[in-house]
């Protein structure tokens, strides 16, 4: 499908009349700090700090009022005067003092007046000094306070904003619930998995109690739109055409042909279908300046899936400008990816900075982490100078680094090989609990544009294939036999992975096939409970994963692997044999060794004999 056909399918869809759900006069929506990146809230130290939230309401013309429910806890180890100044809009709102150990619950209403544009900008100051010694260093306090992934601000919309199905989409929660026809047709079940690939999903039931927090999204068997809005105690959507779901519920964000300019043209290249960069800026990361007293900097996700197909990740370049502060001293800055340190370099206040590195070989996975940081030697904090915050900006011209790919040889290579295509090759036709272990399963894999067709039966597939069967694809070998008496141990032959074990297991393989990569993905007896796995247990290092219950129990290559070893009930590996037999081959070579100079010695007198015997 091409791009500008998808385009007008999504357009379409928006601009097609639908019902008016019955809500009452409002409905009310929470957008919790989980929804918008913050999993683990926000937390201040040092008697200083500022954050900026940004929590998206849609037009702001549909808003009838607003409120920041902000639970907090905090602590101070020496007696000190603290406060946190909440301002939204750039307007300061209200100001809280907090006491040496507390917890609480601090809700402030936020006037419709102050919401301009797409999203309500909230901003957290913290400041404070302590108790009679205010010439003591403020990074000795001890204090901190912290506001929880569960803080949230509660929108209140018309009832006329849900009228059209373009308007109430742009108000909806982020988090989906998917659901699906008893048996859904092979369109459904591509539109379900990549739609789930979108945004934090799940397939079931929706909760039509409290608040509205996630989205009902159903793909219904007979729809005369792409999109229409289902009459219900809280807005949903009916999807009529499985296909341009995806789309309709993307950021634009995820879209891979999305402008880069500044990188592009830095690198020469004209085309996004080819890209030899991508800009930090298009990525789902918060890059507002920070102000920095002695460290800080900030993290960018670079998913798999945002690398476009035939390219690799190769290199990252960061361009820092530290705001000028009046000294002559620099600061250091680092990047680092996935926690791996790269390069680090002197920054002069008021110079650009510039950092270009190369990724090792094996380090980017499946969801990568950029960390840019910074570290100075804080002035102040004494009798004569006050502390002075740095402003760290991070340019435009920040970008990741993309060379022509090799051969397919990890799962995290995967995601840009699937970006030219790929098909799912199902045994029959699903119910929705498996097609929420494949989705749980293929976290990472797929992006809201993946090409993905799905077939149920037949032959095998041109292209790119993810195989879901109990026996492997036709014309592959695979590394390990799950069907078989197969188990995994040490090289000293030390128990990992034992035959039952791996018999109950949903076995990942890595295959290949005339040059193209299969996944042959074996369910195991508890599949169905991969659905909502987390992205810690996701698919990346290796060509073998196993996975039970609980998530992923083990993971290795077949071919680097130097500590590993697979055996098979029937198969005799040579060294495998010696080494368990060395004790009997060493006893063995010893009486062989020892008959042998037993041989020579009856040689050498027979010879003196027969020689003694010719002399008389």
Known sequence: MSAQRSLAIVIAALALPCSTPALGQSVTRAISLEEIGLRNGVEFSGMDGSRTLHFPIGDPSDVQSAALTLPFETQTAFPANRQVTLRVGGRALATRRFADSESGVWRVPVPASLMQGRYLAATLEYSGSRIGAQCVDTRIGGDWIRFGSA?????????????????????????????????PSEAQVAGALLLSATRPSRFGPSDDTGDWRETRVVFANRSNSALSVINGPRPAFAIGDPLAAPRLFARTTDYRGGAMPTATAALGETSTDDRAAISLGTLDADLAPRLISDRGGLTVPLPATRVPSGRALSGLVADLVLADDGEDAPAIVTIALNGLLLASRPAMPGERSHLSVSIPEGLA????????SVLRQERGSDCNTLPIRQEARLLGSSHAVLAKADAVADFHDLPATFAGGVTLVLPAQPDSEKVAAIAGLLGGMLSATTPLSVQFGGAMPEGSVIWLSDSPPPGTRAPLDPSSRTRITAVDGTPMVDAATLADASVVQLLAQGGRPVLWIRPGREFTKLAGMSSAARLGYGDIALYDGSGRLFAMHSEREKL?????????????????????????????????????????????????????
Do not use: C
């Not at 006329?160 to 909806?172: V, Y």
């Not at 996975?365 to 840019?372: A, G, L, S, W």
């Open 365 to 372: 996975t499946t969801d990568n982490r950029i960390d840019v």
């Open 564 to 616: 590993v070893d697979i055996q098979t009930e029937g198969d005799v590996d040579l060294a495998d044999w010696m080494r368990e037999n060395r004790i009997w081959l060493v006893l063995g070579a010893w009486l062989l060794v020892s008959a042998l100079f037993a041989w020579l010695l009856r040689q050498t007198y027979l010879s003196r004999d027969r020689g003694d015997d010719g002399d008389g």
């Open 151 to 183: 803080a949230e601000a509660k929108i209140v919309y018309a009832r006329s904003a849900m009228k059209g199905a373009a308007r109430a989409l742009g108000h909806a929660p982020g988090s989906l619930v998917i659901e699906l026809p008893a048996l």
